[in-house]
């Protein structure tokens, strides 16, 4: 072993140690929450997370200095490379880039268009035709109402601060992190053991600090604008929703949608009637969301226009079985569970998904069906399965409501990203839009065999004569304690505690209300059916996220001329120089922007003619495709096209002239063949329609000595 590869391992064994220390005071945090840590638990692991995280930073550095120019990247340098072909060959670039850009928007440019389209379109294939799903398409500006009623308007918000002078904006526990983590990191002017434990205690309780709390500690610490240096003002809480007002008289309040979901939830009852009133039945949307980030720096990761596709699959509450759970229960994917988690070990395990159902890992057949899906459409895209994960939410980040949640994660330059959350969101929305809106959110079941369910009726005239305008509202919280179990038993809590004081509070649209025995009459019969809230299970899928962590999985770069040349070896048959020195997309066909490329071999009209018509019938059979007549080598024009990620190249050369044949070359493995002009559209179409592979194709067509063409 050399010793850069010596220094190597030792980068990538501190890495591991420090990503390992990271979850473990994820962890830890979550355990002090519920009170089964100590803050000191805390504050050690976080010093010690420090200490790793410096001495991976020192091995990266030792073995970048003892392996030189064949050191590998950085995650910095490998996403500054990536990002930089991608804005190059325009998939995407700054939107409004000659007025100086926005911050956190992106135009697609025609490669990323076409990308985004295959991804997106698949999406809808293997989601909304396969399960065959109800689509919906809705405004993407939302009646502030409704997103009242989803708690968007009250809670959709972070803490935000202004430089006093310039009125830049960033985000408080942000700039909080950042310094503490700087003074913890300053080998200069460190700071004394008792201020250092101080800090540690701090850095571990941001995210649950008050915007009062925030601004004692910023205060404390001096905390400025990071650009300028300026004061900076207390934090406030700012919502991260597009507000705008409809209509012309401006007096209707709304908002660009923050996610596309609240469009199937309050469509619920005009799907179930479409339905037939059918349960379960899932309900899918593909459109724009928009949320106002404070300080988008993440590229594509964090933007403030953004594509989702959302499923909601509603279902009975007690029967979250799926049908077809057999299809993906021998799927076996990185499962992150919240036991690992907490755990000593820490790291994400390959499991059966029925195996995860079965132990009780995943809360229902449903939820682990959707992560099978998800898995399958991640690795059908392009995604690296061994670089994709599913984490389960620890307790402390779960709603109040949910019951299970996953979130899938691919690995990149920024760390595990969240591409999909996957949610079992009991019934909290349906109810929240049915107690805002008075609408009935429920669907009727008949029974197998009578039940003894609870039965509310409320006594118009006596609330009336009580509350007055309240009275309907009161009647509308009262009878909905009726068509599920737990409504059932708060209307039980409530009758008995009537019967015990006279008298008995209940919450209506976030005020007390004083409920008297003559109000109301709770009782219980039999019945042979009835009415009940739908659960939902949500997954939720971030496009644009999706997208680039596959642009980064699938990129990579041919070995260096200069590097062959130092071992004085030549290129290897069936790569020339220039496809030594190329950066590559290895796209599935699936997601390529442009199928294939037609190439004449030389700027000849005798060729071009030929390379015109089988890009004719190319087009004709659906196989996205461009010729390129350029005069430079062919070499290069393969170079350009691997940037792209184009799977397959055709070349026509005289030998096409004299016995109608041509090149199709591969991209990866740049390996060619000489497939007849009369079947090359039929090839090249069951290659880009992945019906076909290209072993297949080297197994029925003779191959092609690449220096007659790269070398051409």
């Known amino acids: 072993m050399t010793l850069a590869d010596e220094h190597k391992s030792l980068a990538l064994q501190a890495q591991a140690a420090a990503a390992k220390q990271g979850d473990t005071v994820r962890s830890l945090k979550a355990s002090l929450k519920d009170g089964k840590a100590e803050k000191t638990d805390v504050e050690n692991a976080i010093q010690e997370l420090k200490k790793l995280k410096a001495e991976a930073d020192a091995a990266q550095k030792a073995y970048e200095s003892s392996a030189g120019d064949s050191a590998e990247q950085s995650k910095e340098a490998f996403r500054a490379q990536v990002t930089g072909v991608l804005e190059r060959r325009l998939f995407y670039m700054p939107s409004f880039k000659i007025y100086g850009s926005v911050a956190g928007f992106y135009d697609y440019g025609p490669p990323g268009c076409a990308v985004k389209q295959y991804i997106t379109q698949y999406w809808r294939q293997h989601f909304v035709l396969e399960e065959d799903m109800l689509q919906v398409e809705c405004p993407a500006v939302t009646p502030e109402v409704v997103l009242k009623a989803s708690g968007h308007v009250e809670r959709f918000t972070d803490f935000m601060v202004t430089d006093a002078k310039t009125g830049d904006c960033h985000r408080a526990d942000h700039l909080l992190k950042g310094h503490l983590e700087a003074l913890l990191e300053d080998k200069k002017t460190p700071v004394l053991p008792d201020k250092a434990q101080e800090v540690i205690h701090l850095l571990a309780s941001v995210d649950e600090l008050s915007a009062k709390q925030l601004g004692d500690a910023l205060t404390a610490y001096g905390v400025k604008s990071p650009d300028t ?412 096209t691997d940037e792209i990620g184009v799977p397959f190249a055709v070349t026509v050369d005289y030998e096409t002239l004299e016995k109608q044949t041509v090149t199709v070359r591969e991209r990866d493995t740049t390996a060619q063949v000489r497939v007849p002009v009369a079947e090359v559209v039929a090839v090249l179409k069951q290659l880009a329609d992945m019906e076909m592979t290209w072993q297949q194709v080297e197994s029925k067509y003779p191959a092609q000595a690449a220096a007659d063409a790269d070398n051409a």
């Open 229 to 640: 240096k300026n004061d900076i003002s207390a934090p406030f809480p700012f919502n991260l929703m597009f507000k705008t007002t409809i209509g012309p008289k401006g007096d209707q309040v709304g908002y660009l949608r923050p996610e596309t979901a609240q469009g199937l939830f309050v469509n619920f009852r005009d799907l179930l009637y479409y339905n037939g009133g059918k349960l379960p039945f899932a309900a899918a949307q593909i459109g724009q969301s928009y949320r106002n980030e404070i300080s988008p720096r993440a590229g594509l990761i964090r933007v403030r226009e953004f594509t989702q596709a959302e499923i909601e699959h509603f279902c009975h509450p007690k029967y979250k079985d799926h049908p077809k759970f057999q299809t993906v229960a021998e799927e076996e994917p990185l499962l992150y569970s919240r036991e690992q988690q907490m755990g000593a070990d820490k790291q994400a395990q390959p499991m059966k998904l029925g195996q995860a159902v079965q132990q009780g890992i995943i809360g229902s057949q449903t939820l682990a069906y959707f992560i099978g899906r998800t898995y399958l459409y991640m690795k059908k895209i392009g995604m690296d399965p061994m670089r994709l994960r599913f984490r389960q939410h620890l307790q402390n980040e779960m709603a109040h409501y949910a019951s299970d949640c996953w979130d899938a994660e691919a690995e990149c330059s920024y760390g595990w990203i969240e591409c999909a959350g996957l949610s079992d969101r009991s019934a909290f929305d349906l109810k929240a839009h049915a107690a805002k809106s008075k609408q009935d959110m429920t669907a009727f079941e008949k029974y197998d065999e009578p039940q003894l369910k609870v039965i509310v009726k409320a006594n118009k005239q006596a609330l009336g004569k009580t509350f007055k305008r309240q009275a309907q509202s009161v009647q509308d919280a009262l009878e909905r304690m009726q068509g599920d179990e737990c409504a059932e038993q708060d209307a039980l809590k409530l009758k008995e505690q009537l019967d015990k004081d006279q008298s008995a509070i209940v919450e209506v649209d976030g005020e007390q209300v004083t409920i008297k025995p003559n109000m109301v009459e709770i009782k219980q019969e039999m019945k042979s059916g009835g009415s009940f809230t739908p659960s939902v299970i949500e997954p939720s899928f971030g496009i644009g996220r999706i997208m680039y962590c596959m642009f980064e999985h699938t990129f990579w770069q041919r070995e260096a001329a200069e590097k062959k040349d130092k071992q004085k070896a030549k290129p290897a048959k069936g790569k020339s120089e220039e496809d030594a020195r190329r950066s590559v997309f290895s796209f599935t066909p699936l997601v390529a922007p442009i199928k294939a490329t037609v190439f004449p071999l030389l700027q000849k009209h005798e060729l071009n003619g030929p390379a015109q018509q089988i890009s004719a019938d190319l087009r004709r059979a659906a196989v996205a495709n461009v010729v390129d007549t350029t005069g430079v080598s062919i070499g290069r024009r393969y170079a350009r």
